[in-house]
């Protein structure tokens, strides 16, 4: 996560470095992922 990132996320209340929201950014990236790659098929 970059600075930008962090200061997003820290804006919503969070801590960028709960391993929690850590988590939970990864699955909704891979998440994305999975739908661009089905999007683009």
């Known amino acids: 996560m970059d ?3 962090r200061a997003a996320v820290r ?3 969070l801590d960028p470095e709960d391993p ?3 988590a ?3 699955l909704v ?3 994305l992922s999975m739908y ?6």
Do not use: L, S, Y
């Not at 661009?36 to 098929?41: D, N, V, Y």
């Open 20 to 22: 929690a929201v850590v």
């Open 24 to 26: 939970a950014i990864d």
């Open 36 to 41: 661009i790659e089905r999007a683009f098929e």
């Open 3 to 5: 600075a930008i990132e």
């Open 29 to 31: 990236r891979w998440e």
């Open 11 to 13: 804006a919503e209340g």
